[in-house]
């Protein structure tokens, strides 16, 4: 009797009903096949960090759970560009971030002989997937602070005067709005950037969206300071802030940012880059970034 292993696919993909107990492997029943395939993806899939359901259970039935979690890694190969080397046995605080090439994963979803090498290469190698978020040095700044309310983070390596946005939001935040306060004469005090999920703002003025762009490090919350005026949100309501704050505004609008004084339910301190909360990107940006904060990571420094 032939037996199928991750190693040994042959020409299967294994898909979404394929079930290690009932020798259904490729979308069909197998009976004169045997092995443990899809239990060893599962395994493998726990161990990259992108599977996590039943506590972690392992149980060769590959349902949405499994799929989802394919899906994830996949999508990971084809967008991030650096993963978390980790010692044997090692807690991820004491990894080192390197760089990673593009690579084929296969169709989505799906764990065909190309996407069981890849796996496999990451796990003989002592490699998982790890955070999208990077540690940017607003010290460095020329018209960036951290304001006195800011919410800090523990996480490993961190350091007074860093804060953590994704990296796509990094060279808009340390970059172009930083450039554009300096062009306006204003200084930015941000008061909240990466946010954990089911931890509240403290001194939020709009309650905090369940989808927001916060809890994938794409947004800023911040005061526009103009000399000694400090544009707060009731200067907004009255219509009362400074020409240098309406002038930082415009700009950053202009380079593609929003603005929170533009929402329905106006939040006048709010910056983000818009990542579609309904698309994959938003989804799997949250997961790694939730995920590897939980778990702690280390973040990389913004380039």
Partial sequence: MATLTLHDLGGLSLQHGDHDANRIWGGSP???QS??????????????GTLSFAADAADGAFGSHTEDALRRF?????HLRFRLSLLPGAAPASGTIVPYPVSPAGTPGMCDAVTAALI?????????TTSPLVRLNVDSLSNIE??????????PGAKTGEVLVHADFASALGGMMNREASEAGVVLHLNQTFRRE?????????????????????????NIVDG??????????????????????AAVKARGLRWGGDFSTA?????????????QDYDNAFFFAQRCFEHQHPMRLAN
């Fill in 198 to 222: 089911g931890v509240p703002p403290v001194g939020a003025v709009v309650p905090p969206a369940t989808r927001s762009q916060h809890l994938v490090g794409h947004a800023v919350d911040l």
């Fill in 146 to 155: 951290i304001g006195d309310g800011f919410q800090r983070l523990d996480y």
């Fill in 228 to 249: 000694s005026t400090v544009n707060t949100t009731n200067l907004f309501r009255s219509g009362d802030q400074t020409e240098n704050a309406n002038k930082f505004i």
């Fill in 120 to 128: 496999l290469s990451w796990l003989a190698d002592n490699f998982v």
């Fill in 35 to 48: 092995g443990s395939p899809v239990t060893e993806l599962q395994t493998a899939l726990i161990k990259l």
């Fill in 30 to 32: 197998r009976p004169t």
């Fill in 74 to 78: 996949q999508w990971y190969v084809a």
């Fill in 267 to 279: 939040d006048f301190v709010h910056f983000d880059d818009f990542l579609n909360p309904n698309g």
